[in-house]
Structures are given as C-alpha cells and as structure tokens.
DNA sequence: CAGTGAGCGAGCTTCCGCTTGACTT
C-alpha cells in the first residue's frame, strides 16, 4: 500500500498527478463536495449559532468509503483541493468526514499541473485554513437560509414549487426588467443620408462610399439635402489619417468560452461545458470552470515556442494579463489547450471546433498588436451645410489578426471598412447617387444564455460552475422560456437621388426577429414583481457583491462567521414573517374589459393550471367561465379581443368522411379531436386558425408515425414488440420498457433475445439506486 | 419518432457550489 494519500477534487486531475508522484504516492479525487446541508430540512440550527447539520449525501457514501479505506492505511494524507473558499471546505470536510489525524493530515495547493508545481508544493505544505473554511461556511449557510425561507413564502403566496434564491432570482430579475424595459420602449424613425462617388485615378474607376453623420429626424430634411445634392459639386476638403492599434482579447474563463463558443459556433451554454469536460477528461485542455485569465509559465514559453515556430518571432508578444471580474477567486489557470503546439486534435467535429477555438484564442493573446492606419476622409459639397465622411483602414501589421477576432454583440450595420481608392484633398468627386434610408432606432436587445452569463459575472453573481445550471434551472421553473421568435416585415421609405431625378420608394425589412432568446413568463414577471416589492434587498443587483465582501473580512479573520449570519438573519426573518402576515395572495389579476355578450368583466390571471381568462366574478353565485391561454400569450399582452376568442373551444373545424373534426386545448396542449381520437397540434399552428386541411394532415403524421414504430412484433407472445420511441429503439413487454444494448440492430432481435435482455435488466433493478432518505 | 386528453381531496415542493456518472421510457 501506497505511503502517501493525495486527494484532489476531480478524477481526471487525479489521474494526470499520479503520473507525477511515483509509487509511493496513491492520488485519489472527492469528486467535489463530500458533505452538504441535509436536503429535507432547514438544517441550520438558527437559535444556536446558526450550527450547521451536515450529512454525506446519499450519492457520496461510496467515495468516503473508498477515501477511508485509502487513509487507514496511508501514512500521510494530503489534501489537494483548489485553493479557493469551496476548496478549503472541502479539505476541511473530508478531513472531517473521513476522520483524519491531525498529525498524519497535510493541506497543499498548486495552481498549474505540472511536475515541479507539484513537487514543489509537497516541499511546502501548510494546515487548513479555518478562517477560510468559515467564509464557505457562511456562504453556504447564507444561501440555504434565503433559498429555503423565501420559497415557502412564494408557495403559500404565489403558487406551489416554486423557488427563489439569491441567484436565480437576479437572473430572473434581469430578463423579466429588460423585457420591460423592451415593452415600454417606442420605436423612432430617422433618416440616414449615404452618397456613392467615383474616383477617376490612372484610368480607372473607383467606388468611394460616404456618409453623412448625423441622423435627420424628419423625411423633410433629407429631402432637401437631396434637393441640394442634385447640382452640388463635390469635393475633397480633408483627408486625416491616424495610426491605431488592436490588442487580443485574454485567454478564456469559463464565461467567456461560452459567449465565444455562442457567437462563432452558435453552442448552448450546457453545450460547451459538455464538450470542454470531454476535451479535459480526454487531457486536451486545462480545467474548464475557471475565472482566471492568467496562463502558466510553462503554457506562456509553448504559446513563444509555437508562435515563432507558425508565424516569425516577431508575432510574439507575451503578456499578462489580469481579471476584472468582480469575485474572482483564480483558483486554477485560464482555459487553454494543455498542449499549445497541436493546433489540431482527433476527436468528434463539435471537440475539434471548440478545441480550435481554444487554440486560437490562447494563441492570439500572446501575439503582438494589429498595428492599422485609419483614414476619414471629408467631402464637402457646395450649397450642403454637412460633410459626408468616408472612413478606410488599412492593416500595416497584422499581429494577432492573423489567428483571431472577438466576435461582438451588437452587430451594428458597419460603412465601408477597408482600402480607400487613392484620394488627394481638393479632388473634385464625380457623384453618382444619394440615398436617404429610414431606419429605426431599436429596442435594448433581449438576453441570450451567454449574454446572460456576462451579466452575472459582471455583478459578481454565480461562479463558473453554476453558470450552466443557473439557466437550466430558471427554465425548469418555468420562469423564463428560451425561444426564437419569427420576425414581422416592417416598411421603410427610400429616397434615392440619381442623374438629377429624386426617385422615392418603400420598402420592406423583417424586424422582430429573436433568435435563441430568453424571455420571461407570465409566472417569472409575478413572482419576480413579488420579490422586488417585499425583498428589495435581496433582490438588489448589488447584494451579493455586499456580501461577499463580508464574507472576505471573514476569510481574513476580521469577523467571526457566525456573527455575520446573525446580522444578516435577524433583520431577514423579521421580513419574511412580516411578508406572510401581511402581504395577499398574488395572481397578477388584470381586469381587460367587458364581454359583450353577457355583460360580465373579463380577467386574466395566473391560477393553478397556469395563465387563464376568468369571465365574471370569483364569489358571484354563477359560477365563472375559464379559459387557458394559448402558449405564445401572455397576461401582460393579451388583448380583450384574444380572451373572448379563447371560449371558442372545442371548435368545430369542419366534417371528414361523415364525421366531426374539432380543435380543442387539453391538459398538454391544443389537439384534433376525430373519432374518438387524439391528434397533438404542433407549436407552431395556432388553434384558432387551424383548418380542416390541416387537421387531417396532422392525422395522417400520427397515423404513420404509429405505423413506423413498430420494427418487430413475435407471433408466439403478442406481449413483446420492439419499437421506435422518442429516443430510439426499445423492447415493450407488456407494460415494461428496456433499452436495447448498443450495437444490436433492433430488427434482429428475436423473441428469446428480448427476453434476455428483460431478465438482465430486471436484475439490475434490485441494486442500490436512489435511497429516498426520510426525515 | 411518445403519449397523455383534468378540474375537491393530501402532501409535496426549495437554496448555491463543488464534481461526475447512471440511466433514460
């Protein structure tokens, strides 16, 4: 047995560190955390000093087994996990959970993989960091108390199963105020004037396309400056150049891998994390759930080593670079591949596309400046109070340009970027058209995952291992959906001034369009509306950056850890017992108007099943009709109009073959009706619209989906068929369903196979899966 | 590429951060 235990947080750092150390050295991983609040309980004893009651959950049982086992018969154990607040906990907790004497315990850090880093930290090992372990402590106790209090309150005010807490609801905060903010905002129209000139040089002709800066308010305006145009001469009156340079962009963190890996390769967030995990597990890349920018020396002396090699030496340009982002903890290095001289890997197209990405970016940071000269050309014309301005730009030196550009947000409609045509002031320019063109000012965009993500960090809010998560759980509560939404046309007007005629058009663009958007739901803007007017300040931008800081005093042994929780709780307590006492049950109850027909007030409003009309009153003797909204309304947008239209169901869409088709909403949706069947609307038809033609084509898809999925069915036992399901094939016994083993083409298997299979699987079913803990 | 097509009830639900599998009907 192995004299030395090092335990690390991950098993695929523990398995390069193995490498390192020799045979005296057993590396094993926690695999993260190993003890937790108990999940079923508030589990903070409030009146006591906020002690915690911590538990091996039911999944790490195994892990602190094993981490036993290894400890009893090593002589000292060295606990390796990151150096930041989760990283000291960790230690503390394993040291705690497995049992470890003191003196055989021995707590070390490194910051980059390598050998000498590691060495070098077993010369220098240190005791665990209580101060530091109490920071954690508060941090976890903090968010426990929040999420677990404000919950409760939103189930007995609002609605069952919902959740709060001290992230996700400023995630929510934030699509639900930008939405908003997007709904109120009204839309402007200006006019922008553009004019093509020609430049004749050495007898040829070059196009030279200019602008006028400023934006004219009214069509008038631009119609007498194109008035005016029509016999003015034009000319050069200045032509200004100015050197400029562009930097790299750091390496990557965590978040902005994910905004880079959405912009360029249109990835989910959860996507990236995916494939980054396989590129570290497959040893491609360093950690992928970093906050740090810095690189290691032995990375910065490879990325020297490669760039000189691809490039010339004089592209190199190393540098260092340093966070900005708020609660950066830089426990490990920046995003990076670990081998910087393969700029190409094996691996799927998705592995090879991000990996590239990485490459790149690591790379182009340690490039030199694109050194550019940016010319603005004035022309002025007689008559014309306005100078149109052309711009050029010309690359003198490419540096990093030639590996790597930040793609941006804002994709803001750019005037002709490049070579300017050979140009010398006082040059008379032939004028070949004037273009006034109505745009539109626009709304604040609406968030995207990654987006969302750069929000957060720069709030403080989240760390690089939740900000996957955060998304996925503020969907899941269905507090905000993630969409694209088709775009609607819009008119503009177009005035174009050519051989001396003003020649006017409209014409048409799409606007509207949101591609892989977040927007909120009716039930995210109520619960959110209900937070900020009873808990402002928890749902303050700005809280977590608060409280941070105070955990920092405690990490720094300035404040005891307990004593913070208790200023924090008393006044929060206090709070949430108000709130339940005197605040009402809310359901964002809007009143839209009058039903026509019979004279009773129409609501909308969020009941249990969702958002829903209401004609007449709540405690009135009739009873009250209801009604569901369809899934693209919304109780802040619906019209009165759409309310009523929403009674009209089951509709009567039209009669096939002797017998009625009608539309309906049920439980999951809109579907056909027709013989006593079922038929499922897609999202995208709409139930009031829904024609006869329609509806039989949606029959007729089910009818032969049903058809196909049926691969195999056995004469001699009807009760097993093999069949197509939504994740593939699969074997049906009577009501039971199994997975067929990979490899196996499902039209092959015979009866005698499936049964196999069935058997196999129902062995496996008696070991030990999820224990449902009680208490 | 599934399949489900209401409506009382009792009892359940929930946080954030660290890390990977297990296991998919």
Redo the contacts with the bound molecule.
Sequence with gaps: MAKNLVIV?????AKTIEGFLGKDFLVKSS???VR??S???LSIDVDNGFIPNYEVPADKKKVIDDLKKAAKSAEVIWLAS?E???GEAIAWHLAEALNLDQAKTKRIVFHEITKTAILEAIQTPRTIDQNLVNAQQAR?VL??LV??EL??LL?KKVR??L???????VAVRLIVERENEIREFITGSYFKVTALFEVEKEGKTHTLKAEIPAKLQQSEEAESMLEKAKDAVFTIEEIKTVPAKKSPSPPFTTSTLQQEASRKLSFSVAKTMMIA?QLY?AGKIT?M?TDSVNLSGMALSMAKEEITRAFGEKYVKTRNYTTKSKGA?EAHEAIRPTYLNSPEIKGTADQRKLYDLIWKRTIASQMGDAQLEKTTVSISGTGIKESFVATGEVLIFDGFLKVYLESSDDEDDEIQKGVLPPLTKGMVLNNREVLATEKYTQHPPRYTEASLVKKLEELG??????YAPIIS?IQK?QYVVLETREGVPRDYRVMILKSKKIHKEVKQEITGYEKSKLFPTDIGSLVNSFLVQYFLNILDYNFTANVEKKFDEVAAGNVVWNEMIREFYTPFHAQIADTQEKSKKVSGEKLLGLDPVSGKNVFVKI???GPMVQIGETDSEEKPR?A?LLKNQSIETITLEQALELFSFPRLVGVYKDKEVTVS???????VKYDGA???LKKTDNPLEVTLERAIEVMEEKIL??K??LIRDYPENPEVRVL?????P?ISIAKA???IPKGVEPSSLTLQDCLKIAAA?GE?ED?P?KTRKKK
């Design positions: 947080e991950s098993p695929a750092k695999f993260g955390h937790d609040l999940k079923a309980t990151d930041d607040r989760e976890r968010d426990r999420g677990y919950s409760p189930w069952p199963a959740s709060a807490g001290r992230v996700q609801s995990q597990e950690y759930r903890q809010i989240g760390r690089p291992s939740t759980t509560r009941g249990r099943y209801f569901g909403i049920g439980r999951f949706g809109p579907y079922f038929f499922s989906a049903e196909n999925k197509n399901g939504r994740w593939g699969y369903n199994y997975k699987a496996q070991k899966k």
